[in-house]
DNA sequence: GTATTTATTGCGAATGCTTTGCATAAGCAA
DNA sequence: TTGCTTATGCAAAGCATTCGCAATAAATAC
């Protein structure tokens, strides 16, 4: 486990959290987190999960990630570099990576001119168990 | 101009937010847009803007992006298809469309038997004006 | 082991973005 | 023009996330 590798204090709630990501495999949500928490520690407030999300992601820890919600989920970030695929209907989340992705990269830093330092690929659709609507055409 | 394709009544606040996001040329969130508006028509109201957006969404005439942050932003659909690359220390916003989009897509769909509908890159980076941090290596 | 220091916690309140309820206004079809 | 109904403005509510502050508890020094 990498909690040796926090530069500030390891108290309790910091250890348990980390536990929990790590133990869900990722994908979860603040209130989830939260949630979970409390079921160890019936006193954990949430404003220290968000404080210490925020500290794990500074870290490096942890990902955040930007589904087409308005909040956002969370997981391990020691696991291979992938991105995600969410069903419209049912939510499922599908894990993939590509060889393509360094190539892209390369390419969108050529010609911007930036340095890239992050990539994050969502995709939606429909996963093979949820109807489809077939009235929407793939906008790619 | 698209405005003739909604399905439902044509009001002046309708008219002008479609004409604020087609001048702005993208990107903008949706108090920029009310702060456009209100410009035009002191009248209006946040709520018609956030109302009108989620229209044009639904009638896929405005695209809503989700950048690195905990709002929206927006921008016409009708454009090519593309996808973004915002500095991490400026803000800027550079957009891009790279060939192996559709190679990818199709990959996934195949390994995923999803049906896929959308696609949204974000990259982070340093603009070639900003300062970089050395200490930050590319995790791609 | 005890005291000292200071980061961290829990709680409640605040913030920022977005949606909703409801009474009024204004498109639109006849 | 009338009448039906959708859309608007306003205020309030809803969520996700952050912040202020007094109390707690790690880490460190004795
Ligand atoms: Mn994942
Ligand atoms: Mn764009
Ligand atoms: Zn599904
Ligand atoms: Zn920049």
Chains 1, 2 share one sequence.
Do not use: W
């Not at 050529?110 to 330092?117: A, G, L, V």
């Amino acid at each position: 486990m990498a909690t040796e590798l926090i530069g500030q204090r390891m108290t309790s709630q910091r250890k348990l959290l980390l536990e929990i990501i790590r133990d869900a495999g990722g994908h979860l949500d603040a209130d989830e987190l939260f949630q979970k928490a409390k079921g160890r520690d019936p006193r954990i407030s949430l404003s220290t999960i968000y404080r210490n999300l925020n500290l794990l992601k500074e870290l490096d820890l942890v990902a955040e990630r930007h589904f087409v919600e308005d909040h956002h989920h969370y997981e391990l970030k020691d696991t291979a570099e992938h991105h995600h695929l969410v069903c419209r209907s049912c939510g499922e989340v599908f894990e993939f990576n590509s060889p393509l992705t360094p190539k892209m990269t390369k390419d969108v830093e050529e010609t911007s001119q930036f340095q890239i330092t992050d990539i994050e690929i969502n995709m939606q659709g429909y996963c093979p168990n949820c109807p489809r609507d077939m009235h929407q055409e793939s906008s790619i």
